[in-house]
């Protein structure tokens, strides 16, 4: 059995994962590999599991956030819902 590099669960499911640099993690489930590997929004926090939005200096989880934190003219949708 392996060990979750996250949690620190001894179970026989568990996989690695291998990442650029040769660095590489063993979890128990996506939900602990994403705690580990997916970025941070910079601006609410929340991990971004999906494409996010990256600007020259952070990542966001949505264009919401991109607005809030930086000046990014970035939106969710086409076309712009009024007000947005």
Sequence with gaps: MAICDT???DYDK???VTWGDDKSATFDSIECAAARLAPECAHCG??????GIETPDA???CAH???KDSNADVNDRYPVPAGA
């Design 59 to 61: 990542i966001f989880c």
């Design 14 to 16: 568990a996989f690695t």
């Design 46 to 51: 929340c991990r971004i599991l999906g494409h």
């Design 7 to 9: 949690c620190g669960n």
């Design 65 to 67: 956030c991109a607005r």
